[in-house]
């Protein structure tokens, strides 16, 4: 084999190799696109929540965002804020979820309830934050 056809078949190798990056990444969407998102989509409401509480003496509540709860089923949804979230100042760090998220408030404090399916076969994942108590998974049926 000459010099030029050795470098030839280590480029087209390199291309190839690139290739199926490429194609893996895309493949595996720009958002959070996997059950950690929820995770750590919950702990960043926490956050924002008891940073507010913080500044302002309040909790704020939300409707669910980007979309319903039921509504929920593996794709990954653009995030649609709500009138709550707007008040409290949060966006995600990512600009496509598989989740939705909501936070509700009563005399005891905050719920951050964050539900996926990254597989769309309708059994939800549960993630619940309070003010006391870090992101933890609960069980799809107990809310």
Not at 75 to 90: K, Y
């Amino acid at each position: 084999m000459t010099e030029w056809s050795r470098t030839n078949v280590a480029v087209l190798i390199a291309a190839a190799v690139g290739v199926v990056v490429l194609l893996v990444v895309a493949l595996s969407g720009s958002g959070g696109g996997d059950a950690s998102e929820v995770e750590r989509v919950v702990a960043q409401i926490r956050a924002a929540e008891l940073d507010h509480y913080a500044k302002y003496r309040e909790y704020v509540a939300t409707g669910w965002a980007p979309r319903p709860r039921f509504e929920v089923d593996g794709s990954e949804v653009a995030w649609a804020s709500d009138p709550g979230f707007q008040r409290l100042g949060f966006a995600p760090d990512a600009p496509t979820l598989v989740g939705t998220y909501r936070v509700t408030v009563d005399e005891r404090g905050f719920v951050v309830t964050g539900v996926c399916d990254v597989d769309g076969d309708g059994h939800q994942r549960v993630v619940t934050a309070t003010a006391t108590q870090e992101a933890t998974v609960a069980s799809g049926d107990e809310l």
